[in-house]
């Protein structure tokens, strides 16, 4: 009997956190831990996930298509950079005021659990329809906040109605985290929001503007030339996906002695899938 993978649903009720940053880059770096993974916009309103992932021109059908039973969830389906093996599904550029029954999204996870090992679910900051219907889907959720109280505020009360839905394994992600402010008492510490929140912390990720233009050109963790060395980002979301495949390792493990992207424990070469552009 086949085990069935993974759902994860990350989120967030306060918007520009980096719900969707972590969502990408933490289904890059379970992927080249050897995983299947499948990636899901959920953030109807937004639709960024094809640009952080490269996929802009990738795709025809979208998720909506595949809730209404216009198409399979293959067919909205591409392979994120070529890999197989890591898939991704848009949210749909202009959502129609259909309405779509909440059994459609327990249909569609039910289907792709089976084929991946992890499914990512990157959802909107607000609790929409489709927010709940995909909710309801997931094993456990990880909350992002950034690093500072109000934030930290809002990831509670994310977990508070997260909770409520019986969604009760639950973590936290903090992103964005300044070490120098923290250290300076400006912004809270690691222990600081330990005590301010009832949500397992999970990881955190540091501040820097490398991420953000690694972002914009899409460029993941773990996903490119392997010899180069791991920036403390990529460190910080090998630790949060390790700590996800049930490894016990400290929160900022190897972020002041980092190596080549190869030289991770488990990390894994993959090659782009090659594709026969000879026409039949």
């Known amino acids: 009997m086949s085990t069935l993978g993974r759902v994860i649903f990350v989120t967030g009720f306060k918007g520009g956190v980096g719900k969707t940053t972590v969502s990408a880059n933490l289904a890059s ?21 094809d640009m952080v992932l490269g996929c802009e021109n990738e795709t025809l059908f ?58 990512i ?29 109000t934030s930290v505020r809002a990831a509670e009360k994310t977990a508070a109605r997260l909770s409520a839905m019986g969604i009760n394994k639950q973590s936290l992600v903090v992103n964005g985290y300044r070490a120098a402010f923290a250290e300076s008492g400006r912004l809270p510490d690691v222990l600081d929001i330990i005590n301010r929140s009832s949500v397992r ?10 991420l953000q233009a690694s972002q914009e050109a899409a460029e993941l963790a773990f996903m490119g030339d392997m010899k180069k060395k791991a920036s403390k980002w990529e460190a910080a979301f090998y630790n949060i996906a390790s700590r996800l495949e049930g490894k016990r390792i400290r929160l900022f493990d190897g972020a002041e002695s980092l190596k080549k992207r190869s030289s991770y424990q488990g990390i894994l070469l993959h090659e782009k899938r090659e594709i026969d552009s000879r026409e039949e």
Do not use: W
């Open 29 to 49: 770096t379970l992927y080249a831990l050897g995983n299947k993974v499948l990636v899901i916009d959920a953030d109807f309103g937004m639709r960024c996930m």
């Open 201 to 210: 912390l999970l990881g955190v990720v540091p501040y820097g503007e490398r």
């Open 121 to 149: 679910i990157d959802s909107c900051a607000e609790m929409t329809d489709y927010y709940m219907a995909f909710a309801s889907t997931a094993d456990e959720a990880v909350i992002v906040t950034l690093h500072q109280s």
């Open 62 to 119: 979208d998720c909506s298509d595949v809730l209404a039973s216009r198409c399979s969830p293959a067919a909205a389906m591409c392979e994120v950079g070529g890999m197989t093996g890591f898939s991704f599904i848009p949210a749909p550029m202009n959502m129609a005021n259909e309405p779509i029954e909440k059994g459609a999204f327990a249909d569609l996870i039910a289907e792709v659990r089976e084929e991946y090992d992890y499914v």
